[in-house]
């Protein structure tokens, strides 16, 4: 049994940041192998954006290896939570979103987490499930169980205040909210970000000040994004979604500094990082953008995504699927352009994109400036970013892509 419940702490513990605690884990781990009861893991995510990145994969890759082991994944959707928002390391106060928004947004978690975790060792809740029926009297007891001076610790509450910044009394019951959701799943150990560490610590609180076991909290290091600066955010725009085509996927890897490199590969994937380290830089960083897309499309669609970025970025040439835009007139709103071709997502997108010169005339390699763009009679290509493209060509009629 002993060498079980070695294998099941390695597992737990590699990479993180913090145990809290290590004697009660151990404790919950040989009670679990000796009783072959699973150990109840939790994770929560608020779905304040439609899509998860890598940075969420860092926690899900570690509870797949312990669902595995057989273990049981309390995978909560903070879809009551989410209209808070989440104050953690915030100065100041988050945008609220619509209840449409959250519902939107939410389609996609468990879909997208699926692609990491075992489905039948996944619970999926959404907290809306018990705090829409939790009345005021209910809800006293929660708010008695912390104290201002506690909530006060926070580095990120404390520096708000002292700076004059606005703190609104939704946010200071955030992490109360949060820590309910431990109770009512009766988590055994609670998984997060380091960003994550206070709210999951009252967690832990609250289930004691019931007479729970409480739980076990266990912090990952969050994945720096591709700026190399900041965490992986969507919000930042630094991210790499797990249901991006695999090409625009391969591309955004393959841009992320050396530096980074081998945080990435400590984090997302199993391999030796001995002999990682003795590979040249960029055969490592084609080796991680190959692995990573293999994961989460297929081996053949990464070998793919790597001819066609070898092809383009190293020996200059054309995209082979160039996707194909007609146009009506001979002259073109280029923002119009970006914004129907579905090149960008929004209007403000494709004039930002415009004053940092990211689109440009492939042949001429040099930016577009003018908003009026005149197509040729053979038609132009169009590079926009550095890894996105389109063929756009008048045609009499309708505008569309093909």
Do not use: C
């Not at 692609?115 to 060792?121: N, P, T, Y």
């Not at 009766?186 to 560490?197: L, R, S, W, Y």
């Not at 669609?301 to 835009?325: G, N, Q, V």
Request: hydrophobic fraction near 35%; proline fraction near 4%; charged fraction near 30%.
């Amino acid at each position: 049994m002993k060498k079980k419940v070695a294998e099941h702490l390695k597992i737990i513990k590699e990479n993180a940041v913090d145990v809290i605690s290590e004697e009660e884990l151990v404790k919950k781990v040989t009670y679990s192998i000796k009783s072959q009861n699973p150990l109840r893991l939790k994770i929560g995510f608020d779905p304040t954006a439609k899509d998860l990145h890598l940075g969420h994969t860092v926690l899900l890759k570690k509870l797949r290896k312990l669902q595995d082991l057989g273990h049981h994944v309390y995978f909560i959707v903070g879809d009551f939570t989410a209209q808070i928002g989440d104050p953690s390391g915030r100065k100041g106060l988050r945008p609220v979103l619509t209840i449409k928004e959250i519902k939107d947004n939410a389609k996609t978690y468990t879909e997208q987490a699926f692609k990491i975790l075992h489905r039948r060792r996944t619970k999926v809740i959404f907290n809306s499930s018990w705090y829409r029926n939790l009345n005021l009297s209910q809800f006293f007891p929660l708010l008695s169980s912390y104290t201002v001076a506690r909530m006060l610790e926070r580095d990120d509450f404390s520096q708000r205040l002292k700076e004059n910044k606005p703190l609104s009394i939704l946010e200071f019951i955030y992490p109360l909210i949060q820590g309910y959701d431990s109770v009512k799943v009766k988590a055994d150990i609670e998984f997060g970000g380091t960003d994550q560490k206070f709210n999951l610590i009252v967690g832990r609180h609250i289930q004691e000040s019931i007479g729970q076991s409480p739980q076990v909290v266990v912090t990952m290091p969050l994945l720096l994004g591709l700026d190399g600066k900041n965490k992986m955010s969507k919000s930042l725009g630094n991210y790499v979604g797990i249901t991006e085509e695999p090409f625009q996927m391969f591309g955004k890897i393959m841009s992320i500094s050396d530096v980074t490199m081998g945080e990435y590969f400590r984090l997302l994937t199993d391999l030796d990082i001995e002999k990682v380290k003795k590979m040249h830089p960029k055969e490592a960083k084609l080796l991680l953008a190959e692995k990573i897309v293999s994961e989460y499309h297929s081996p053949s669609l990464a070998k793919k995504a790597k001819e066609e970025f070898e092809r383009i970025f190293s020996r200059k040439e054309t995209p082979k699927d160039l996707p194909l835009f007609t146009v009506s007139e001979k002259k073109v709103d280029l923002i119009e352009l970006l914004y129907n071709s579905k090149l960008v997502p929004s209007r403000n997108q494709a004039r930002r994109l415009l004053l940092q010169k990211g689109v440009r005339e492939k042949e001429k390699d040099t930016p577009l400036q003018d908003r009026v763009l005149e197509i040729p009679p053979q038609g132009l290509i169009l590079k926009v970013g550095k890894r996105k493209f389109l063929k756009v060509v008048y045609q009499g009629g309708k505008s569309e892509r093909r």
